[in-house]
């Protein structure tokens, strides 16, 4: 699968799974970002979010509220540019 190719239905609900959250915080972006990119979510932002959802509740948080930013192996281009997606209000 490429990068850019979109999420097939399948491997989407795995995601919706995945970003559940336990933090209401968390939830709230994360629901935001299905609501509007979930037509168009691609391989490479399912990668990032799959990513930051290995991290704390906390940390995420964290990430999100720009209180820091993506370190080490999560400092890669798709995570930071997911976290741009994430961090937008519209």
């Given at each position: 699968m490429n990068d850019t190719d979109l999420l097939d239905e399948r491997a989407l609900?795995?995601?919706?799974?995945?970003c559940r959250?336990?933090?209401?915080e968390n939830d709230l972006f994360i629901?935001?970002?299905?609501?509007?990119?979930e037509s168009c979510i691609t391989v490479r932002q399912a990668r990032a979010m799959t990513a930051l959802m290995d991290l704390s509740d906390n940390d995420l948080l964290d990430l999100l509220l720009q209180r820091k930013e993506?370190?080490?192996e999560l400092a890669c281009d798709e995570v930071v540019e997911l976290l741009g997606v994430l961090r937008t209000r519209h």
């Open positions: 609900s795995k995601l919706r799974w995945r959250r336990g933090l209401l629901e935001r970002f299905f609501a509007e990119h993506p370190q080490d």
